[in-house]
């Protein structure tokens, strides 16, 4: 008789992870943040509680991984249908540089609105937000893993377009970038407008034009 394989315990406790993200992504998504619990987590991805508490302390923690995994999956699966190459941390190649900033900065906030309208990026977005201005150390998190990376790849485009001289040298590209993704987000979390393409473009137009060398 064969010897009986022994299971891999790794692959089992990706699926487990995987399970438990995805629960707890569906989770806010149908009920809300505030009535998500570990306990339903653990529900509805099969497991039990002290598995999640094994790896997380607490929901905001596990939503917090389950977002950045969901982000990785998504940036990775927008780079390969444009055509570029994902990085191994799972994060989009970055902003294009056709030479063209406007059209470059159309592309990507058009991608944000996208995202940003996602039923399955909007809910889990929102309750991280939220969350992390009444929790710092979540907010930081937040922050330093999702947003600081992101905002860094405009940075790098705004200074190659200033060293292409389509942007004013004194211009600061840190300050600059909130000009652009500064009204999405206004919009977006309070609801004001709806949030569209035609009007991530009149961003675009409204804040290069302001960004541009005067003559």
Do not use: C
């Not at 505030?34 to 790896?55: D, F, L, M």
């Amino acid at each position: 008789m064969a010897p009986t394989k022994a299971p891999d315990s790794s692959r089992r406790s990706d699926r487990s992870r995987r399970a438990i993200h995805d629960a707890a992504l569906a989770l806010v998504t149908e009920v809300g943040y505030g009535r998500t619990t570990i306990e339903g987590i653990a529900a509805r991805a099969g497991v039990g509680k002290q598995t999640i508490y094994r790896w997380w302390p607490s929901k905001a923690a596990v939503l917090m991984d389950a977002f950045l995994d969901l982000a990785g999956r998504a940036a990775e699966e927008a780079g390969a249908g444009a055509g570029g190459e994902a990085r191994s941390d799972g994060t989009a190649p970055g902003i294009p540089d056709t030479g063209d900033l406007v059209a470059d900065l159309k592309l990507v906030l058009r991608a944000t609105v996208d995202e940003l309208n996602d039923p399955a990026l909007e809910a889990p977005t929102r309750a991280l937000t939220a969350e992390g201005i009444v929790d710092a150390k979540l907010g930081a998190e937040f922050v330093h893993k999702l947003l600081d990376p992101q905002l860094a790849l405009y940075v790098t485009r705004l200074r190659a377009a200033q060293e292409a001289g389509d942007v004013r040298a004194d211009v600061d590209p840190r300050i600059a970038l909130e000009l652009l993704i500064g009204p999405l987000m206004h919009r977006w979390l309070l609801r004001t407008l709806p949030l569209t393409h035609a009007y991530a473009d009149e961003i675009v137009d409204y804040a290069v034009g302001g960004l541009a060398p005067r003559t």
